[in-house]
């Protein structure tokens, strides 16, 4: 499968529309910028490696 490379700006404009959620000009610049902080930090956070034998903790105890 190859993967798309993921454009922003086309999410953002796709998102305002499925949530029928207007995103004035002035602000678009910055919503664009925010989403490519998430993404970059969501790459990181999802190329991390796991080993095999991790298991889901079910209850967080501190």
Do not use: K, Q
Request: no cysteine; glycine share 4%; aromatic share 10%.
């Amino acid at each position: 499968m190859r993967r798309e490379e993921f454009d922003v700006d086309e999410y953002v404009d796709l998102m305002g529309l499925l949530l029928d959620l207007e995103i004035r000009d002035e602000y678009r610049d910055g919503v664009v910028a925010n989403f490519e902080r998430i993404r970059a930090i969501a790459n990181l956070v999802n190329s991390f490696p796991l080993p095999e034998d991790v298991e889901v903790a079910p209850v967080f105890e501190p």
